[in-house]
């Protein structure tokens, strides 16, 4: 199979049942989104080693990665018709464990904190923002069709884990975090 098509050629793609829509439609924008923060998810899985104390956290995003891609499904699905993986609580319970889990090894924030670090940090802080954009585009979807809120919740929820995901591997590679500080006059 070749992996080029042509049919997208004239600015048009398909939504899976095959209706075509214009390649800047809101739910291409939100599911391309999904793939561009799952993208950045794996660059940052790529800095961080496989095994010993990391397996446990590499296991968490292959599932992580897995439910995002499920999630940029949904997505790409119209309204009426069947979601072939859909996205469920205890997704969004699985996300919110693996929060509690690594920021028990965290000091409390005291001061805002700047994306940075660690490489992987850095790459978990830009798809954290990236699914606050997928979040975004969804909750547009919502105002004209109908909209899975789990999917909402998952994203919202995403997005805190990443947060602190990159604060974790930060603190467990001992790279610091920059901090917000005022910016001086001289």
Not at 20 to 43: L, M, T
Not at 69 to 88: C, N, Q
Not at 168 to 184: D, M, R, W
């Amino acid at each position: 199979m070749k992996i080029y098509t042509k049919s997208g050629d004239k600015g048009e793609t398909s939504l899976v049942y095959g209706q075509r829509v214009p390649k800047d439609n809101e739910r291409v924008e939100a599911y391309g989104a999904c793939d561009e923060a799952n993208s950045f998810i794996g660059v940052a899985m790529a800095e961080i080693p496989t095994e010993g104390r990391w397996g446990h956290f590499q296991k968490a995003f292959h599932v992580i990665q897995t439910k995002l891609f499920h999630v940029g499904a949904e997505l790409s699905t119209p309204s009426g018709k069947k979601v072939t993986w859909p996205i469920t609580a205890e997704d969004v319970l699985f996300l919110e464990q693996k929060i509690d889990q690594w920021e028990l090894s965290l000091e409390p924030l005291s001061k805002f904190i700047l994306p940075g670090g660690s490489k992987a940090g850095a790459m978990l802080h830009v798809a954290r923002t990236v699914v606050r954009r997928a979040e975004r585009r969804a909750i547009s979807i919502g105002r004209m069709e109908e909209v899975n809120p789990i999917v909402i919740q998952y994203l919202n929820r995403l997005s805190d884990l990443l947060f602190i995901a990159a604060r974790y591997v930060n603190c467990q590679l001992g790279k610091p975090e920059p901090t917000l500080h005022e910016a001086s006059s001289d």
